[in-house]
Structures are given as structure tokens and as C-alpha cells.
């Protein structure tokens, strides 16, 4: 048996069930309450048939660009301010952002990705070392133009990646005690192979690789500008 | 040996100058944005709904970014996510229902430290269907979880439609019965 009343109830509550289900926003009003753990309990019933419900890419980049739009924190500027000679502006700092926001990710799983720098007007730059200049097991740094690099020895290969850290554009220098590269600037450490030693949430790219050339009589060119 | 170009240089000395920087490798904007695709999920599970979801989401963001303190680690910008996310949540039923905050059951199905904050939520859902009569149950997993419309939820249990939105309610209403012991 039903009651009008519970006709007219399930009525309204089978509107805000069906608004749910479209996506559309939940209207429920203080005419509900007496009902509001069932509604809760629907609400919730709706939301667990996504296994894992992902922003949508358009509200994705909307909340991008509203992060952007002047409601970063101050110390983005402060921060930025600290690198500003390098030339990292709030700007820089969102449009990373935005780009990481406005890619498809996949929480705690993404990889970052590196990319490797191939000057546009690119040339193979001496760098004055030799294969025997190098020792196994400790970098050397050389520019190549606009290119910083450490030159690792492996046997007789040789392999290079770039002197940045790729966190902040610091300089990394080589602390021999450690066996790292190391930013001064956050105190983050790089292995040999470039890769970051930290157990610090997101962990930050891999240094890029830089191209190098072992040349007849040991002589090490890398691909600079 | 090009002398112009390639000169070789030793750093084995730490540069001088030391510059004064957070002392985190990723920035607390850079960790909230990561998390929020968790503040979603989190939220989602709760309303049911896109368009709240988002809103909801927008407000989180909004309101705890600005605040986080350029030193603070991931556990603490989660925590203090989720903590927005839950006030924002509380506001939101609040103002549905016009009820006081204190009113509304404190919301504790997900552990914010959860690797997935929507899991705890979906077991929660799960057990609460196993404790329905069998025909409530599957009016229910029809509905919400199988996307049956009305008329079909209808079709299937052999009933009008007027009888199923009637029979929705009574198994919504067992439901919150059923999770308010839960």
C-alpha cells in the first residue's frame, strides 16, 4: 500500500535521483531533509559507479586557467623573484602548470617527462677534453655554447646530460664526497645516470641527455650551440 | 680545441652565492594540483554528480592553495585538501537541506591517507547493498549501478512505474538505515 504523500515524495526524490545520474547538480532543498540520508545514500550510490572518476580535461584546463589568473599564492612571485634572473617568472612557473593540468595523468604513476635539448642551430662543439681526460666514475663539466653538460666516462663510451637541475634552472655541481650532482638550490641530488635521488612527492624529471661524440684520438665534441 | 666555445670547466666547489629557497622539491602548488585529481574522486563518491563535483573541486582549490605555506610537504598539503574538501562537503549539505552542520553525520568513509579515496567509499556501498532485501538491492544496482532507466528498472521487476519510484525510495531510505549502523 502507498500513501499519496509517499507517491509524491518518491516523485521528488526520483527528479533529484535522475538529475544525479545525468550529472546534473544535486537540487535537493530544506523541503528534503527529512529525506537527506537517503539522498546522501543515493548520492553516494551514483558516485560509486565510476571506478575511478577523473576531472573532465575541459574543467581540467578552466581550473588551470583560474589558478592562473592571479589567485597563486604570493610566495609563487617570491619564489620566482629568486630565479628571476634566470628567467623564471610566475608565468613560467603557471604555464608548467597548466601544461601538466591540461594533460590526461594518472596520479602518483605519471612519469615526467624529459626532453632532450637539440638546438635548433645546433653544431658539434670541441669541448678540449679527451676520452683519457675523463675518469671513470667522475664528471666533467663543459659548455657547448648555450649547452652545459657533464660528460660521464663509461669504459670507452662516454655519456652527457645536462648541467640543470630540472627543478629550478640551478647550476648542479659535482660533490665528489657524495659521488652526486647536487642543486644547491634545493640541496636534490642527481646519480651519474641522471637520475633524481629523492624520495620528495612528485619526483622531478630525469636530467636530460645531451648529445656527445667520441671523435678519433679520444677528442669529445658535444652537440651545442 | 675550440677555444671559444668549448671550454672545459671544474666545478667541484659549490658556487658562492646560496640562494634561500623552500626547502621541498616540488612546489605545494605543483603538490596540490596532483592531489586534487584525488579531491575529485573523493568528492564524487559523495554527490554523485559532474556539475557538483566540479564546483565543489573549484572551491577546494581555491580556498586551501592560496594558504599552503610554501614549506609544507605532501602528507600535509593532503591532509589539509581533504580537510577543505570535507568542510566544503559539510557547506554543501548544510545548504541543501538547510540543516545545521551539526546535524549531518560527520563524514568519515574515506581515510584521506588512502593510496585511493574512493575505494573505502565503494567497499562502503557494497556492504551496505549486501544488507538490502534481495528486491531492494537489485532495484538499486539496476538503477545506480547498471544505469537502467526508470521504465526499465520497472520492466525488469515486473512493476509500474509509479511502484518502482515508490519502491526506489523505501530501498533509498533502508539504505540510509543500513549505513547509519554501518
Known amino acids: 500500500m502507498t500513501e499519496p504523500h509517499e507517491e509524491k515524495r518518491a516523485a521528488r526524490i526520483d527528479r533529484i535521483v535522475g538529475d544525479v545520474l545525468a550529472g546534473r547538480h544535486l537540487k535537493a532543498t530544506p523541503s528534503d531533509a527529512t529525506d537527506h540520508e537517503a539522498i546522501r545514500v543515493a548520492a553516494a550510490l551514483a558516485g560509486s559507479r565510476e571506478g575511478y572518476p577523473r576531472m ?31 628567467g623564471l617568472a610566475a608565468g613560467a612557473v603557471g ?54 653538460a657533464f660528460l660521464v666516462r663509461h669504459g670507452d663510451q662516454v655519456s652527457a646530460m645536462s648541467a640543470i637541475c630540472t627543478h629550478l634552472p640551478c647550476e648542479l655541481v659535482w660533490m665528489a664526497d657524495r659521488s652526486v650532482l647536487n642543486c644547491p638550490c634545493h640541496n636534490l641530488a642527481f646519480t651519474l645516470d641522471g637520475q633524481p635521488l629523492s624520495d620528495r612527492y612528485p619526483p622531478p624529471p630525469t636530467l636530460p641527455k645531451v648529445r656527445v661524440r667520441v671523435l678519433a684520438g679520444g677528442r669529445l665534441e658535444v652537440l651545442g650551440t | ?74 602528507s600535509a598539503i593532503r591532509s589539509y585538501l581533504f580537510a577543505t574538501a ?51 538491492r537489485k532495484l538499486l544496482e539496476l538503477r545506480f549501478l547498471r544505469g537502467y532507466s526508470l521504465k526499465e528498472v520497472a520492466a525488469e521487476l515486473g512493476t509500474t512505474l509509479g511502484g518502482v519510484k515508490v519502491m526506489q525510495l523505501r530501498a533509498l531510505r533502508a539504505a540510509a538505515r543500513v549505513g547509519s549502523d554501518d
Open chain 1, 56 to 86: 573532465s580535461p575541459a574543467f581540467r584546463r578552466r581550473l588551470t586557467q583560474m589558478l592562473q589568473k592571479g589567485e597563486a599564492p604570493a610566495w609563487i612571485s617570491r619564489r620566482s623573484a629568486l630565479v628571476a634572473g634566470l
Open chain 1, 95 to 148: 604555464g608548467a602548470l597548466a601544461s601538466e593540468m591540461a594533460a590526461p595523468v594518472s596520479p602518483r604513476t605519471r612519469a615526467r617527462e624529459t626532453v632532450e635539448p637539440l638546438p635548433a642551430l645546433g653544431r658539434w662543439v670541441d669541448t678540449g677534453l679527451t676520452l683519457a681526460d675523463l675518469e671513470a666514475g667522475v664528471p666533467r663539466r663543459v659548455t657547448a655554447g648555450a649547452i652545459g
Open chain 2, 1 to 74: 680545441m675550440n677555444g671559444e666555445l668549448g671550454q672545459p670547466e671544474r666545478f667541484d666547489r659549490r658556487p658562492g652565492e646560496v640562494v634561500e629557497l623552500p626547502d621541498h622539491l616540488a612546489s605545494p602548488v605543483e603538490i596540490a594540483l596532483e592531489e586534487l585529481d584525488f579531491v575529485y574522486a573523493y568528492i564524487f563518491a559523495r554527490v554523485g554528480n559532474r556539475a557538483d563535483s566540479e564546483d565543489l573541486t573549484q572551491q577546494v582549490a581555491l580556498k586551501a592553495i592560496p594558504r599552503l605555506r610554501s614549506g609544507a610537504g605532501p
Open chain 2, 86 to 136: 570535507r568542510s566544503a562537503l559539510a557547506t554543501f549539505w548544510s545548504a541543501r537541506f538547510g540543516l545545521p552542520l551539526e546535524e549531518l553525520r560527520e563524514d568519515v568513509w574515506v581515510d584521506s591517507r588512502q593510496e585511493e579515496p574512493t575505494r573505502e567509499s565503494v567497499e562502503r556501498v557494497d556492504r551496505i547493498l549486501g544488507k538490502l532485501p534481495a528486491n531492494y
